[in-house]
């Protein structure tokens, strides 16, 4: 079956990427953002996220990415399965990389060493300023005890969630790096995400010039079409799955 003919490629692959989105994480309770009952769809406008909002009106922004941030985080999430099962791969010596669009921090917490987190991480606040990073929890708190917008505690410039919001460009070292691996990949992974944002968007297109590309995910993407496998399946069902069968082998 598929599980198998992707199992045997990890196998004999020099290079295996993995690229995944907030699919990764709905089971862990983060809501996604354009899936059923994404957040984009039904809860918040991405038009309040952006970097302009941040310029043009910081107390509001901070405000709403409040009200964000605990709508995505309110189940205390905790890596599932489908994190496991990577940071697994990455053990039996299969998967090199992970490469993410999620900021939960959820491969992290569950072992995987070789990450790369494209958009930034949500648990962190970067100073506008000054570049000092810190904790976002010690933010948000000042944001709910009405210290809006949050400020830096070494210059007093403006904090900024570590996150690349929209109408920001992805630190320029990652993104290449990330280009680097898609081009260089004998199996790339793409897990939980609509592939529709980019720059994160063109990595499989990167991958599918030379090496094998491998979608896992609920809904149909716009390189459903052009995939060597097209799993339309829950990444904590076909992940474990994958693990076991690599193991097997
Ligand atoms: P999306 O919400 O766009 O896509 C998530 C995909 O995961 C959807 O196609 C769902 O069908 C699928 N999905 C949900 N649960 C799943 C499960 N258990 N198993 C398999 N598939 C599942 O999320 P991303 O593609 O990650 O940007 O979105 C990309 C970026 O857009 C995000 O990083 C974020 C957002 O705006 C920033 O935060 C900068
Ligand atoms: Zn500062």
């Given at each position: 079956d598929h599980i198998e003919t992707v199992a045997d490629a990890l196998l004999t692959a020099d290079t295996v990427v993995a690229l995944t989105g907030a699919g990764m994480s709905t089971a862990s309770g983060i809501p996604s953002?354009?899936?059923?009952?994404g957040i984009w769809r039904?809860?918040?406008?991405p038009d309040d996220f952006d970097i302009r909002r941040l310029d043009a009106d910081p107390a509001g922004f901070w405000r709403d990415r409040l009200d964000l941030h605990e709508a995505m985080f309110a189940a205390n999430p905790e890596p599932n399965a489908a994190h496991d099962a990577l940071a697994a791969l990455e053990r039996t010596g299969v998967l090199d990389t992970v490469v993410t669009?999620?900021?939960?921090?959820l491969h992290a917490a569950a072992?995987?060493?070789?990450?790369?987190?494209?958009?930034?991480?949500?648990h962190r606040v970067v100073c506008r300023s000054c570049g000092h990073r810190s904790d976002a929890a010690d933010a948000r708190q000042r944001v709910r005890d009405g210290e809006v917008p949050p400020r830096c505690s070494d210059c007093g410039g403006v904090l900024k969630p570590d996150v690349v919001l929209f109408g920001e460009m992805l630190p320029r070292e990652t993104l290449q790096a990330a280009r680097r691996l898609a081009r260089d990949s004998d199996v790339f992974l793409a897990i939980g995400?609509?592939?529709?944002?980019?720059p994160a968007a063109s990595l499989p297109g990167l991958a599918a010039g030379g090496g094998m590309l491998v979608l896992v995910n609920l809904d149909e993407t716009p390189y459903s079409g052009r995939a060597d496998v097209d799993l339309r399946a829950d990444v904590t069902d076909v992940l474990p799955r994958l693990v076991d069968t690599v193991e097997r082998q």
């Open positions: 953002f354009r899936g059923d009952d039904t809860q918040f406008d669009q999620n900021t939960d921090g072992g995987t060493e070789s990450l790369l987190e494209l958009h930034g991480n949500a995400s609509s592939l529709t944002v980019e």
